[in-house]
């Protein structure tokens, strides 16, 4: 992206985030909206959390408040997990489209733990 206006737009991270919020909202649209549209809602939520919280944070001059604010983005990747999980308890999704998202979970955890410790290791050699 060039020129954006918004820094957020420009992380990787921010990006990644998005691609799997796509992704899961088209499984949720497919699989668990008409079956338990409470579910889904409250899945939905938690994936537009993840980005909003990445953007959000970004607005913020100081490193520590935008680590913070990542730390949300992490706990609503979990959140986002425990959603689809019990939608696989339910019988919403297969266990293949779990793993799936498990797994993309797991990367994006990581990609955010390691974008957040690099805020915080620049503020303390800074």
Known sequence: MKDSKFRFKE???????????????DIIEREIRKKD???????????????????????????IEFARFLGISIRSVYETVAGFDLALLYDLISENVNQKIEDDAHQLVKQLSGFRSSLRSAKVKG
Do not use: M, T, W
């Open 11 to 25: 992380f990787k991270v921010y990006q990644d985030s998005k691609a799997f919020c796509k992704f899961c909202r």
């Open 37 to 63: 549209g409470r579910l889904a809602r409250q899945i939905q939520r938690a994936l537009n959390s993840i980005v909003l919280n990445i953007a959000e944070g970004s607005a913020d001059n100081s490193d």
